[in-house]
């Protein structure tokens, strides 16, 4: 809705009814999550047992009923997952980063024969299922493993199934996206800033890390943040690509299929805590730049 048209009454109301709606329908599966991650049953479903905190801080020892629980604080195998899920949300995250800042200055910056195939190419990523996108790069490093061992007789494991692959496979696609961020906030750059950098006596190299970079800082501590959850919470291409060290998606998604208890529940809701402060911290710097650009 446009505050500067003229609106009646019912339309407002109408519209504000929608947004609600809109919103009760993005929060309510997380709210049902949360809830039941406290409910003192072995099912996170209904009814309501009682409030508990087993799901998070239960030893696994049984209590005085008998019945053992392991939340998610002594709960190893999850808390190895999560673990594994942070390296490799990282090492996808610094990879896209860098590649994304050489490609929006490749982009901005540079006409060269080919640019517009290039771009469109480096665009495909995100339009290719991620499913697509993980068989794609199985095969391909496979066939290229076999071929190395077949040839040379040496076995390349960083081509098999594993965390490598599954850090290749995500930088695939999510430093297309870092890229389109980062580019966006080159645009607006105003190229004399270097200029006047440099006839003060800075290197062309220099002005960028002084000048541009610090100008791009919004944008890409964003693009990182992004990034990391993007990878953090990724299954269709991490689950054709990924070895014996699961992920956490691909560790839940194990324990599901041999039955569901609360302590995912809770460890969804430290997911959403997680992501929750993420977020607030790439508002506030943003928020922080710009108030000192201004």
């Known amino acids: 809705m446009i505050a500067s048209i003229p609106s009646s009454r019912y339309f407002r109301l109408t519209y504000g009814v929608y947004v609600a709606l809109f919103f009760m329908f993005l929060l309510a599966p997380l709210v049902v999550v949360a809830v039941f991650s406290f409910n003192d049953s072995g099912f996170p479903a ?92 199985l095969v391909f490093s496979s066939n290229t493993a076999n071929w190395i061992d077949e040839t040379f007789g040496y076995e390349v494991e960083v081509l098999r199934p594993g965390l490598a692959l599954v850090v290749a496979g995500q930088f695939a696609f999510i430093s297309t996206m870092a890229t389109l961020v980062i580019s966006a906030r080159l645009r607006k750059f105003d190229i004399t800033l270097e200029d006047a950098a440099m006839n003060l006596g800075a290197s062309r190299l220099v002005a960028v890390f002084t000048v541009t970079l610090p100008w791009l800082m919004p944008a890409v501590i964003g693009s990182a943040i992004v990034s990391f959850l993007m990878s953090f919470e990724n299954f269709n291409t991490t689950l054709m690509l990924v070895g014996s060290d699961a992920p956490l998606t691909i560790a839940m998604f194990d324990r599901l299929k041999s039955g569901s208890t609360p302590v995912l529940n809770a460890v969804s809701v430290l997911l959403m805590i997680g992501s929750a402060a993420l977020a607030l911290i790439s508002v506030f710097v943003q928020r922080d730049k710009t108030a000192r650009s201004g």
């Open 46 to 137: 209904l009814p309501w047992n009682g409030f508990t905190l087993d799901w998070y801080l239960a030893d696994g020892t049984a209590n005085s009923e008998g019945i053992s629980r392991k939340g998610i604080f002594h709960d190893e195998a999850l808390l190895g997952s999560i673990w594994t899920s942070v390296v490799v949300a990282l090492a996808t995250t610094i990879l896209s980063i860098a590649v994304a800042i050489c490609n929006a200055f490749l982009f901005e910056r540079r006409e060269f024969p080919g640019k517009n195939l290039l771009y469109i190419l480096m665009l495909t990523p995100l339009v290719v299922p991620g499913v697509i996108l993980g068989v794609s790069i």
